[in-house]
Nanobody, 115 residues
Framework: QVQLVESGGGLAQAGGSLRLSCVASGRIFGIDAMGWYRQAPGNERELVAVLPSRGSTNYADFVKGRFTISRDNAKNTVYLQMNSLKPEDTAVYYC?????????WGQGTQVTVSS
């Protein structure tokens, strides 16, 4: 069984920063891409950033220059550093990873940005 557990969400003011973490655990033989998605109330889940094991990082246009995704392969962990936060960044942020040739989701962590 593979699990993804996110942490680091919370409340921030506009212009502030938060750092999300996601740790993968369980019977892991290989991790390909790791990434972050978000879903605001009434909206569909959307890609924020994806970091493959090989190749270039993919960011959504609305976070370019503000968010940075990184990973620590030794710790099976992916991070999302979020700077210059805006109220429209308010959403539940979900970690997603392709592990052992299957996709897994975390339970989500709430990020709320006040104006």
């Amino acid at each position: 069984q593979v699990q993804l557990v996110e942490s680091g969400g919370g409340l921030a003011q506009a212009g502030g920063s938060l750092r999300l973490s996601c740790v993968a655990s369980g019977r892991i033989f290989g991790i390909d891409a790791m990434g972050w998605y978000r879903q605001a109330p009434g909206n569909e889940r959307e890609l924020v950033a994806v970091l493959p094991s090989r190749g270039s990082t993919n960011y959504a246009d609305f976070v370019k220059g503000r968010f940075t995704i990184s990973r620590d392969n030794a710790k099976n962990t992916v991070y999302l550093q979020m700077n210059s936060l805006k109220p429209e960044d308010t959403a539940v942020y979900y970690c997603n990873a392709r592990i052992n040739f299957a996709h897994y989701w975390g339970q989500g962590t709430q990020v709320t940005v006040s104006s």
